[in-house]
């Protein structure tokens, strides 16, 4: 069947601007996660949502990112004023059920570039 | 502090040798999950064994078999008869008991090249 899938592969923006980042779940998980990974660093959590409410935020650095799951499915993080530190690869992944249970399931990532 | 430690940034090894990666862990939490993931050159994290604290026996999966040492919070990845393909990062993640959250903690990696 179908894995995470990300949307777009690869991004470059100028900073300052708005970016949106996009994530596709594997059908019928509930859980999914977002995460950022620098250069040369295992990647760093951001959010976690189960259903459509994010369970856990303590993740995003700041007020400029925010994210969105609003039926419980695709979820687009949001970046607004973008710095030049925002650039890195996200990371998407799901998992089927309840928190503390299974493996989570990574996409292929978004690489986000700020000029 | 840090909560994974994988202190070997790079690791060589023959074809059909077998390769233990290190991974140390630091939690307070007495339920507790490691995970490894592998990452190639592609970028796509892949799940490969899985360790739960209160499992008694060290978790395999296939040639993937995890060296869980609870009183030394050591999680250490072997992979056996070493192939080609598995040269790529590895890392080693922990997640913690708390069911208000699902994060997955990961160390920095280890690269592993494995040479003819």
């Known amino acids: 069947g179908a894995g995470v899938s990300q949307t777009p592969s690869n991004k470059v923006t100028e900073k300052g601007k708005y970016v949106e980042l996009r994530c596709d779940p594997i059908?019928?998980?509930?859980?999914l996660y977002w995460y950022r990974q620098s250069l040369g660093q295992g990647p760093e959590f951001l959010i976690y949502?189960?259903?459509?409410?994010?369970?856990?935020d303590s993740g995003l650095p700041n007020d400029r990112f925010f994210a969105v799951r609003p039926e419980g499915s695709v979820s687009t993080l949001k970046i607004q004023r973008t710095e030049r530190g925002d650039s890195a690869v996200y990371l998407c992944?799901?998992?089927?059920?309840?928190?503390?249970?299974?493996?989570?399931?990574f996409g292929p990532g978004t690489r986000l570039t700020v000029l | 502090a840090q909560k994974i430690t994988q202190t070997q940034p790079g690791m060589f090894v023959q074809e059909k040798e077998a390769v233990t990666l290190d991974c140390t862990y630091d939690?307070?939490?007495?339920?507790?999950?490691l995970f490894w993931y592998k990452q190639p050159s592609s970028g796509e994290m892949i799940f490969l064994i899985y360790?739960?604290?209160?499992?008694?026996q060290n978790a395999t999966e296939g040639r993937y078999s995890l060296n869980f040492q609870k009183a030394r919070k050591s999680a250490n990845l072997v992979i056996s008869a070493s192939q080609l393909g598995d040269s790529a990062m590895y890392f080693c993640?922990?997640?913690?008991?708390?069911?208000?959250?699902?994060?997955?903690?990961f160390g920095t990696g280890t690269r592993l090249q494995v040479f003819p």
């Open positions: 992944a799901s998992s089927p059920g309840l928190a503390g249970e299974g493996e989570q399931f």
């Open positions: 059908s019928g998980h509930t859980a």
């Open positions: 949502f189960q259903g459509t409410g994010a369970a856990d």
């Open positions: 939690t307070s939490d007495p339920s507790y999950g």
């Open positions: 360790q739960g604290s209160y499992d008694q």
């Open positions: 993640a922990m997640r913690e008991g708390s069911y208000n959250t699902d994060k997955l903690i």
